[in-house]
């Protein structure tokens, strides 16, 4: 599974763009990127997932640049309750390789 | 009505007790997962079940046992538990393994060995 690198720590203010950069150097052609986000005391709730190019939900965007080798999570104007940490996965599925490796995750903090 | 719960939410118990959590996902989801976070918040996985067959098991110490009584469940049973055992410890699940689903996780039971 490749190993992903990303901030430890950012801060922003309310209403801003906040963007997330994750690399991935070693990602395999069959990696997915996911992101994660983990408020104090709760488990991980998923945020959003890509493959290539570009993803948008109602949470957040996913950008992948062509090579694949980092992604960037946009959270568009950010509010306190944003606050949390927020994890870059990447890795392969199908059989025995349905596990999730959690780095060590950049913790957002988001000041009024 | 919660996805996937666990029970207790905190546990603090005494070295050399064994202790189990519990652990219920109601999405009908074929794959379940226990996860530790330590006190650095690294998140580790432990173990995978798919359809009650283990699938993964990280080399985690053999005093940690999975037990699928059924799909919807999967409990963590933990013998003579160690000071390093303290930590939080999430139980989640996931539609399955061959295609990129999301996990879903639970609250959390925060263990504290004493």
């Known amino acids: 599974l490749a190993k992903t690198t990303q901030p430890i720590s950012m801060d922003s203010y309310e209403g801003q763009e906040v963007n997330i950069t994750c690399s991935h150097n070693?990602?395999?052609?069959?990696?997915?990127i996911t992101w994660y986000q983990q408020f104090p005391s709760q488990g991980p709730r998923f945020i959003i997932q890509?493959?290539?190019t570009k993803v948008t939900n109602e949470v957040a965007s996913l950008f992948i640049p062509a090579d694949r080798k980092s992604s960037t999570l946009s959270l568009p104007r950010v509010s306190l309750s944003d606050t949390a940490v927020y994890y870059c996965?990447?890795?392969?599925?199908?059989?025995?390789?349905?596990?999730?490796?959690f780095g060590k995750g950049t913790k957002l903090s988001v000041k009024p | 009505d919660t996805a996937v719960s666990q029970t207790p939410k905190y546990l603090v118990t005494q070295m050399g007790n064994d202790k189990s959590i519990k652990c219920e996902q109601n999405?009908?989801?074929?794959?379940m997962y226990w996860y530790k976070q330590d006190s650095k918040k690294f998140l580790k996985i432990m173990f995978s079940?798919?359809?009650?067959?283990?699938?993964i098991n990280e080399t985690v110490p053999n005093r940690f046992s999975p037990k699928s009584p059924d799909k919807a469940h999967l409990n963590l049973h933990i013998n003579s538990l160690e000071l390093g055992d303290s930590a939080v410890y999430f139980c989640?699940?996931?539609?399955?393994?061959?295609?990129?689903?999301?996990?879903?996780f639970g609250p959390g039971t925060r263990l504290t060995v004493t």
């Open positions: 989640a699940s996931s539609l399955g393994t061959n295609e990129p689903y999301e996990q879903y």
């Open positions: 070693n990602i395999a052609t069959n990696d997915y």
């Open positions: 890509g493959y290539k």
């Open positions: 996965l990447v890795g392969a599925y199908g059989g025995s390789q349905g596990n999730l490796i």
């Open positions: 999405l009908g989801h074929d794959t």
């Open positions: 079940y798919n359809n009650k067959e283990l699938i």
